[in-house]
C-alpha cells in the first residue's frame, strides 16, 4: 500500500516536469518569433528616420555689389568745345586743370576771361567743370547710389552758400539721370556776381559746373538769364563727354581706341567727397 503510493507519488512528479518542459519548449518559438518581429520594426523604424543622402550644409553665398558703369572719366579740359568756351569764356584761352591724384575718379577744368571795355569798365566770367566718378564698393555699396548721395550733397550745398541772395533751384530734364540747376546773387568787393551751378549725375559719374559773371568798373551786371541758358546747354555737353569717355572703341579723351571701356566691379573705395564753390 505504502509502495503503491510512493510509486504514485513519483508518476506525478514525472508529469509535472513534462509539463513544464513542454510549455518551456512551446514558448522558445514564441519568444523567437516576437523578438524577430521586435527586431525587424526597429530596423525598419531606424531605416525610416535616415536621410536618403548625407547632405551637408551649404556654405552662405559671397555678399555682391553691382558693377558700376562707367569706368573712367573724360579728359577734364575737352568736356567742353571751342565753341562753347569761346561763347561762355571769350578768349578764356587753356583751361586749368585742376590737381588729382587719380584723373580717372576725380578731375576738374577752369577758364576765365577779363573782357576789358577801357574806362566803361569790363566783364568777367569764370567757368569750373568737376567730375567725380565712384566705384561699386560691397562695404558701401553701388557706385551710382553712392553718386545719387553725393548729387543730392552738392546740390544742398549750391542753395547753402554764404552770403547768397535769391537762391532759386530747378530740376532739369535730358541732362543724365538726374540734373538741378541752382542760381543766386553774390556780392563781391569787386562787383555783383551772378552765379549759376549745374549738378547733374550720369550712372556712377557726377558733373558739377559753375558759371559766373560780373560787370567790373562799372560796367553793367550780365543777365542772370543768358547765364543759365548758357551753364545749362554746358553741363548738357559735359555729360555727353562723359558718356562717349565710357563708350567702346574710345579712350578717355574721346579719341578713337581699340580697347573697350571697363565695367567692371571694383572693391577700391568710392573717392571723398568735396562741394565744388564759385571762385573768381
Do not use: H
Not at 576789358?116 to 560691397?138: A, H, K, T, Y
Not at 569787386?190 to 549738378?199: A, I, L, P, R, S
Amino acid at each position: 500500500m505504502q509502495r503503491r503510493a510512493q510509486r504514485a507519488d513519483r508518476s506525478q512528479k514525472r508529469a509535472g516536469r513534462v509539463t513544464r518542459v513542454l510549455f518551456g519548449a512551446a514558448a522558445v518559438p514564441v519568444m523567437l518569433l516576437a523578438a524577430a518581429c521586435s527586431g525587424g520594426s526597429d530596423d525598419g523604424g531606424d531605416d525610416a528616420q535616415k536621410p536618403s543622402g548625407s547632405a551637408s550644409p551649404s556654405a552662405s553665398p559671397s555678399p555682391t555689389v553691382e558693377p558700376a558703369a562707367y569706368g573712367q572719366l573724360p579728359e577734364s579740359c575737352a568736356v567742353l568745345t571751342e565753341k562753347t568756351l569761346e561763347d561762355l569764356v571769350p578768349e578764356g584761352g587753356k583751361g586749368k586743370e585742376g590737381s588729382s591724384s587719380d584723373i580717372t575718379t576725380r578731375a576738374s577744368c577752369s577758364w576765365s576771361s577779363l573782357d576789358n571795355n577801357g574806362v566803361e569798365g569790363s566783364q568777367f566770367r569764370w567757368l569750373n567743370v568737376s567730375l567725380l566718378r565712384f566705384e561699386s564698393d560691397i562695404t558701401r555699396g553701388a557706385g551710382d547710389e553712392l553718386a545719387r548721395e553725393y548729387f543730392e550733397q552738392q546740390v544742398a550745398d549750391a542753395q547753402s552758400v554764404q552770403g547768397a541772395k535769391s537762391v532759386k533751384a530747378e530740376p532739369l530734364t535730358g541732362t543724365g539721370e538726374q540734373a538741378t540747376a541752382v542760381r543766386y546773387d553774390l556780392k563781391k568787393e569787386e562787383g555783383d556776381f551772378k552765379q549759376q551751378t549745374v549738378v547733374a549725375r550720369i550712372e556712377n559719374v557726377v558733373v558739377t559746373l559753375d558759371y559766373n559773371g560780373a560787370g567790373l568798373a562799372g560796367d553793367k551786371t550780365p543777365d542772370a538769364d543768358e547765364l543759365l541758358k548758357d551753364a545749362k546747354a554746358a553741363a548738357k555737353e559735359a555729360v555727353t563727354s562723359v558718356t562717349k569717355a565710357n563708350a567702346e572703341g574710345t579712350d578717355p579723351s574721346g579719341s578713337a581706341s581699340n580697347s573697350p571701356s571697363e565695367k567692371s566691379p571694383s572693391s577700391a573705395s568710392s573717392p571723398s567727397s568735396t562741394s565744388s564753390s564759385s571762385q573768381t
